[in-house]
């Protein structure tokens, strides 16, 4: 029985299916704290400005900040236990996300390279992930002999 692709990407509704997409993850502290109310005003007029001609090009997907904190929760020995936040042993989380629509990894980098912010948070890392076309899991299953 031949696999179905089971991944949004991969899913025949989705139009954006052959689009190679990339995932920019944000991680950093709270930036602003050392500024003017003015000064951070600035930072997210140049963050604005920055995500609309990135829009403007349709280079953007999707994206959102995140809310900070948070819940991980994670299966051991059979029991399901919950634990504040995302990293608890790290002061850096993951504070938002970007989903690009751009041909190359090497432009998603340079991409990231360009985020306002980078200038203003010196603890600023920006993690760039391709976007799965579809689940690996079944990826690796059509590489098997499937027998019934």
């Known amino acids: 029985m031949?696999?179905?692709?089971?991944?949004p990407v991969g899913s025949e509704g989705n139009p954006e299916r052959d689009a190679t997409q990339y995932m920019l993850l944000f991680r950093h502290g709270q930036w602003d704290t050392s500024m003017t109310q003015d000064q951070i005003l600035e930072v997210m007029d140049q963050v604005t400005a920055w995500f609309d001609n990135l829009f403007a090009q349709g280079k953007v997907?999707?994206?959102?900040?995140?809310?900070?904190?948070?819940?991980?929760?994670?299966?051991?020995?059979?029991?399901?236990?919950?634990?504040?936040?995302p990293f608890v042993e790290s002061k850096?989380?993951?504070?938002?996300?970007?989903?690009?629509?751009?041909?190359?990894l090497e432009?998603?980098?340079?991409?990231?390279?360009?985020?306002?912010?980078?200038?203003?948070d010196p603890t600023m890392s920006t993690e760039v992930r391709e976007i799965a076309a579809?689940?690996?899991?079944?990826?690796?299953l059509r590489g098997k002999a499937i027998t019934a």
């Open 61 to 85: 997907v999707g994206g959102s900040p995140l809310v900070e904190g948070g819940k991980t929760v994670r299966l051991q020995n059979g029991t399901a236990s919950v634990m504040d936040g």
């Open 2 to 7: 031949p696999l179905k692709a089971h991944h």
């Open 92 to 104: 850096e989380a993951v504070a938002g996300y970007l989903l690009l629509k751009v041909d190359t």
């Open 107 to 120: 432009e998603a980098v340079a991409i990231a390279k360009t985020s306002p912010l980078m200038r203003h």
């Open 134 to 140: 579809e689940c690996p899991v079944y990826e690796r």
